[in-house]
């Protein structure tokens, strides 16, 4: 799993790991530790003797970490966990019962969770000029969100939160594109995992709650507006022609424009969020996003050395 200064979360995290984990099941543990500043990594050495943690030097994209834990892992799946997710009994079995199940999956994403314990949206169709004329037409969870249900189905991708993947067809497709720092990571890898004729699933049978914790900071939202249009950008110049990159611009520009002036009159919503998205939707490479946050906060951690290119990895004592 990834961590960043979640160090209550990823405890209890790696509690429910313990407390569900199928019996006779042979597995590891890792955590990669996103150069957190709050004991997260000391804390798991002394609690949890049998996980290896992996300490990045400086604060790196998702992908990077991502990455970085696959190709540590030794087996021949890998369970994707945000430090903030709690695994519900029987959940772990049937992601792997699903992959096994099926032997063109390569991925199965698990039902999330809310704090209050009920199901959000958790898988969709992939990006592209149908979703987005879709969330114009506000027709999006009709026609767009592919979560749900009672069992096992093909969707066009699933978050990572909760994801079990087929190692060798992480490999095979190239692993996951560290041009994402943030965002749009999920959707353009398993969208190469559908190119080279895989499938992916999502699971409701497994249940996750997932808290959120990126989302409670409140003074970085804009950062993360910011991000998510850029990285959205790249998912569509990577994957679309350039008209249609143009007009996906302007669809998603217009769906957000329209609930910023609803939420003049809607209570509980914040217009200034949804003008932000509308300008960034058009003009994606403005802004602060979190790689910058990010690269400010190492320059800060290293007094203004040179931040150093890659990570450490230091195995827990048993």
Do not use: Y
């Given at each position: 799993m990834i961590n960043?200064?979640?160090?209550?979360?990823?405890?209890?995290?790696?509690?429910?790991?313990?407390?569900?984990?199928?019996?006779?099941?042979?597995?590891?543990?890792?955590?990669?530790?996103?150069?957190?500043?709050?004991?997260?990594?000391?804390?798991?050495?002394?609690?949890?003797?049998?996980?290896?943690?992996?300490?990045?030097?400086?604060?790196?994209?998702?992908?990077?970490?991502?990455?970085?834990?696959?190709?540590?892992?030794?087996?021949?799946?890998?369970?994707?966990?945000?430090?903030?997710?709690?695994?519900?009994?029987?959940?772990?079995?049937?992601?792997?019962?699903?992959?096994?199940?099926?032997?063109?999956?390569?991925?199965?994403?698990?039902?999330?969770?809310?704090?209050?314990?009920?199901?959000?949206?958790?898988?969709?169709?992939?990006?592209?000029?149908?979703?987005?004329?879709?969330?114009?037409?506000?027709?999006?969870?009709?026609?767009?969100?592919?979560?749900?249900?009672?069992?096992?189905?093909?969707?066009?991708?699933?978050?990572?939160?909760?994801?079990?993947i087929r190692s060798e067809v992480a490999a095979e497709v190239g692993y996951f594109d560290q041009d994402y720092f943030f965002y749009g990571e999920d959707p353009d890898f398993q969208k190469r995992l559908h190119d080279a004729g895989w499938r992916v699933l999502h699971v409701p049978e497994a249940r996750v709650v997932h808290h959120e914790q990126a989302a409670q900071d409140q003074a970085a939202t804009a950062r993360r507006v910011v991000q998510f249009h850029r990285s959205r950008e790249l998912y569509m110049r990577k994957h679309h022609s350039r008209p249609t990159v143009v007009l996906i611009r302007v669809l998603t520009a217009w769906s957000y424009a329209v609930r910023a002036l609803a939420a003049l009159i809607l209570p509980g919503h914040s217009p200034a969020i949804y003008w932000l998205h509308a300008r960034q939707a058009i003009r994606p490479w403005q802004g602060i996003g979190m790689k910058e946050g990010a690269d400010a906060y190492n320059r800060r951690r290293f007094g203004g050395a040179q931040v150093p290119a890659r990570s450490s990895s230091r195995k827990a004592s048993s």
């Open positions: 960043t200064n979640g160090r209550d979360f990823l405890l209890n995290c790696l509690k429910t790991i313990r407390r569900t984990h199928p019996a006779g099941l042979d597995h590891e543990v890792i955590v990669v530790d996103n150069a957190s500043d709050d004991g997260s990594a000391a804390a798991v050495r002394e609690r949890f003797g049998d996980v290896q943690v992996i300490e990045q030097d400086r604060r790196a994209g998702i992908t990077e970490n991502l990455n970085l834990l696959i190709r540590h892992a030794r087996g021949r799946f890998v369970l994707f966990l945000n430090e903030d997710s709690e695994l519900e009994p029987g959940a772990v079995q049937a992601l792997l019962s699903a992959l096994e199940a099926d032997g063109r999956a390569a991925a199965a994403g698990a039902m999330l969770l809310d704090s209050d314990r009920r199901p959000t949206a958790c898988a969709w169709r992939l990006p592209g000029l149908g979703s987005a004329l879709a969330g114009a037409l506000f027709l999006h969870r009709w026609l767009v969100t592919q979560s749900g249900g009672s069992a096992a189905h093909a969707v066009g991708w699933v978050r990572s939160a909760a994801l079990l």
